[in-house]
């Protein structure tokens, strides 16, 4: 899909990012977010995206460079619920 490498501190750090945003937001971030919390170019954060999804179960809606599912999040609406601190608004894989 790509050519860059990724250490995994690099991976470390974007997955970090992602699971923060999500957290937070119940919304995965776009990759220009990413780009601006990592300080790497927009280019960089969408490859590390995609990266990160073909090492974990996480997968991007097909065809885009969005986030569907980072698990044990899905950023899209599923019939799994989840609250967190009595907040509302996650859904599950």
Known sequence: MHDVEFTPAERDRAYAAIMSR?????????????????????????????????????????????LASFPPFNVQPTQYRITIDDRHGWFGQ
């Not at 999500?22 to 919304?27: F, G, L, N, S």
């Not at 977010?33 to 790497?40: F, G, K, P, S, T």
């Open 22 to 66: 999500i957290v937070e937001t119940a919304q995965a971030p776009h990759f220009t977010e990413l780009a601006a919390e990592l300080d790497v170019d927009p280019e960089h954060a969408r490859l590390a995206m995609h990266d990160l999804c073909s090492v974990t179960p996480g997968w991007m809606h097909p065809g885009t460079d969005y």
